[in-house]
C-alpha cells in the first residue's frame, strides 16, 4: 500500500479499512465486541491522510523497525524516529496525515477502542457520573502499560476458544487507563471499593460457567449472570475466585478435558466439548500446564496438580458430584 491513501474522505473510517492490505493478522475474525488489535507491516516509505479521522480511538505502538515518522494534525507537525514500545493516541473522528521512511519494513499493533467501549467503561468506572469521555492526542509516547497490553491483546490471536474473555479483560485494562493518562475522566474511580461476589452469586456463576465450558463465554454473558457490568464483575470475581474470569474458564476446561479423556474420550471429541478451537488447541494447553499430551492422560499418565502453572478452579457443589470425587491427577476435591 504505497502512496497516499485515505484522500477525499468524508466519513471516518474504520481502522481496519485504513490498513487493509498491510495486515499480518487481526481480531476481525473474532468476536470481539467494541475494540480490536491489527499486527502491521508497513512499506519503506508511505503516507495516509485522512480528512475525517478514524471511527475508534487508536492506539499505534511500534513494535519493531527503524523509522522516521511525521504527523500533522490541527496544524501542528510532529517528527521523531519511535523507539520499539512507545505509542501514538489518535482519538477518534479528528483529522489527521502522516507520513514514515525507514530502511526496512516497520513492524506495530494498532490497538483501537470504540466510543461506545470507552464511554461504557467511564460509566462503570464512576459509577454512572461520566458517559462520554474526551480522549487527547500524543505522538511517540513512551507508556509500558499500553505496551503490554498491545502484546497481551494480540497474542490473544493465536489463542482461540478463550481469547474472547482474555482480550475482554485487557481492553477493559487498557480502556481505564487511557482514560487515566490521556482522556478526561478522573478519579475517584468506582472499582477502588470493588467487593467480592457473594457466596450465592458466585455459586450461581460457576455453574453457569461450566454448564457451558464448550460455548463461546464472553464477560457480557457471565457479567449478565451475575447482574453486574462487565469491569464491575471482572473485578468481582477475581476477589472472590482469586483469578481473572478469563484464567478461571481456562482451567475448568482443562479440569474437564482430563477427566474425560482419562474416562477414555477421544481427544477430537474432548477438545470440541470442553471449548478449545480443535485437539492441537487441547494439546498445546495441556503441555503448557501439566507437561503431558492428550495420550499421555488417556493411557494412565497421572497428572500433578503441582504442575500447574496457575491454581486449578474450585468446581460448584454439583459438578464436584458429576465428577464422583475424582483425585487421581491430584487436583484439588
Not at 464512576?126 to 513512551?142: L, P, Q
Not at 482480550?167 to 480502556?175: D, G, N, Q, S, W
Not at 457451558?212 to 453486574?228: F, I, N, S
Amino acid at each position: 500500500m504505497r502512496g497516499v491513501h485515505g484522500m477525499g474522505q468524508s466519513s471516518p473510517q474504520h481502522p481496519l479499512d485504513v490498513m487493509e492490505s498491510e495486515i499480518q493478522a487481526s481480531s476481525a475474525s473474532h468476536a470481539w465486541r467494541g475494540f480490536g488489535i491489527a499486527i502491521r507491516k508497513n512499506q519503506r516509505r508511505d503516507s495516509v491522510e485522512m480528512a475525517a479521522g478514524h471511527s475508534a480511538h487508536l492506539v499505534v505502538v511500534h513494535a519493531a523497525g527503524n523509522e522516521q515518522a511525521e504527523q500533522h494534525r490541527g496544524g501542528v507537525s510532529h517528527r521523531g524516529r519511535p523507539a520499539v514500545g512507545q505509542c501514538n493516541v489518535l482519538p477518534a473522528e479528528q483529522g489527521l496525515s502522516w507520513a514514515w521512511r525507514s530502511t526496512t519494513r516497520p513492524r506495530s499493533l494498532h490497538l483501537w477502542l470504540d466510543p461506545d467501549f470507552l464511554n461504557d467503561v467511564a460509566d462503570d468506572i464512576t459509577g454512572g457520573r461520566r458517559t462520554s469521555v474526551e480522549v487527547r492526542h500524543a505522538f511517540d509516547e513512551s507508556d509500558a502499560e499500553i505496551w503490554l497490553l498491545s502484546c497481551a491483546m494480540s497474542a490473544c490471536l493465536t489463542e482461540p476458544g478463550w481469547s474472547t474473555l482474555r482480550a475482554e479483560t485487557v481492553a477493559f485494562r487498557a480502556a481505564t487507563h487511557l482514560m487515566h493518562r490521556y482522556g478526561d475522566v478522573r478519579g475517584p474511580f468506582r472499582h477502588a471499593g470493588t467487593r467480592a461476589l457473594d457466596a450465592a452469586t458466585t455459586r450461581r456463576v460457576l455453574e453457569f460457567i461450566h454448564d457451558q465450558l464448550g460455548a463461546r463465554l464472553g464477560l457480557l454473558e457471565l457479567a449478565g449472570v451475575a447482574g453486574l457490568s462487565r469491569g464491575h464483575f471482572a473485578r468481582a470475581f477475581r476477589l472472590a475466585t482469586g483469578m481473572p474470569p478469563h484464567r478461571y474458564v481456562l482451567a475448568a476446561r482443562l479440569e474437564q478435558a482430563i477427566a474425560r479423556l482419562q474416562a477414555g474420550a477421544a481427544p477430537i471429541a474432548v477438545a470440541s466439548e470442553v471449548g478449545f478451537a480443535d485437539q492441537a488447541h487441547l494439546t498445546r494447553w495441556l503441555r503448557r500446564a501439566f507437561g503431558r499430551t492428550p495420550r499421555e492422560i488417556t493411557r494412565g499418565g497421572i497428572v500433578n496438580g503441582r504442575s500447574w502453572r496457575f491454581p486449578p478452579p474450585a468446581w460448584p457443589a454439583k459438578h464436584e458430584r458429576a465428577r464422583g470425587r475424582r483425585t487421581s491427577h491430584g487436583s484439588p476435591g
